[in-house]
C-alpha cells in the first residue's frame, strides 16, 4: 500500500505502521519548467495558467510503500521526521485480496473541490464537500473498502494551489483506504501535449501534477493505465486521454489484460 504526502522538507522522511515497521520515503517535485506552454488555436494564443498566472510552488511530494500487509486488516501509521515532526496516528483498513468473496467500494467521478470560504474561487465544485461529507460517513462506519476516483479529480486546470485543497479535501478518505484514481481531460489535455484530445482543459497541467501526487501501478510515466484486483472484482483502468485505438500501445495493454482475467477468481470485471 502506498502513501503519498506534502512536505516543505525536501530530505527524505519516514512511514511508520503496523508492529514497528518503517519505510523511508522517496521525495520528488515538480517546476513551472514541467508545465506546458501556452495554447495554440489556430492564430490564438493564450498563456498557459499552470506555467504563468497559476503556478504554485508544491513543495515536496513524498511517497512510501507500505509492505508486508495483510488484505481485509487494520493497521496504525504515521509519516514524518524528528526534524519535522510527525503526524497524527492513523487508522488503515486494507482492501480484500483478489479472489475473495466481496468488495465493497465507491465509485465516481467530476467531483473537484471546494474552499471552505470565498479565498479562491478561480473554479470550484460546492457540492463536492457534501460528498465528501456522505462518503467519510460511509469509511468511518466500515461500509467501504475501497474508492475510486474516476477521471477529473480536482479541477485545479492550471491553478496549482487548488491541488491543495483538494489534497486536504480527500484526506479523511485517502488517509483510512484505499484512494485509487484515473486520469482525465481536466488533468491530461492540452494543445501540443501528445494527448488524444488537444482542448485547453487541463489548463497547461499536461498530466504532471496529477501522475506526481497520484502515483497508480502504471507500466511507465504518462501511460496512466493499469489493473488490480481487490476481492471478487478485476479493475482495468484506462485513459481516455491516451491514444486507445485499434493497435495502440493501450489498446493492445487492454486486450492482454482483459484476456489475463480468471473469472472463477474475479468474476466480476469493470472497465473505466
Partial sequence: MRLTWVS???????????????????????????????????????????????????????????????????????????????????QFRTPPAGGSDELKFLVFGDMGKAPLDSSAEHYIQPGSISVIKGMTEEVENGNVDSIFHIGDISYATGFLVEWDYFLNLITPLASKVSYMTAIGNHERDYSDSGSWYTGPDSGGECGVPYETYFPMPTPAKDKPWYSIEQGSVHFTVISTEHDWTEK????????????????????????T
Fill in 248 to 271: 495502440s500501445e493501450q489498446y493492445e495493454w487492454m486486450k492482454t489484460d482483459m484476456a489475463s482475467v480468471d473469472r472463477s477468481k474475479t468474476p466480476w470485471l469493470v472497465f
Fill in 8 to 90: 516543505g522538507d525536501k530530505e527524505p522522511q519516514q512511514v511508520q505502521y503496523g508492529d514497528g515497521k518503517s519505510q523511508t520515503s522517496e521525495v520528488t517535485t515538480f517546476s513551472a519548467a514541467d508545465m506546458c506552454s501556452e495554447f495554440r488555436l489556430g492564430s490564438v494564443v493564450v498563456p498557459s495558467p499552470a506555467k504563468d498566472f497559476g503556478w504554485h510552488d508544491p513543495g515536496y511530494i513524498h511517497t512510501a510503500v507500505m509492505s508486508g500487509l495483510q488484505p481485509s486488516s487494520t493497521f496504525n501509521y504515521k509519516y514524518g521526521s524528528d526534524a519535522v515532526g510527525w503526524s497524527a496516528e492513523i
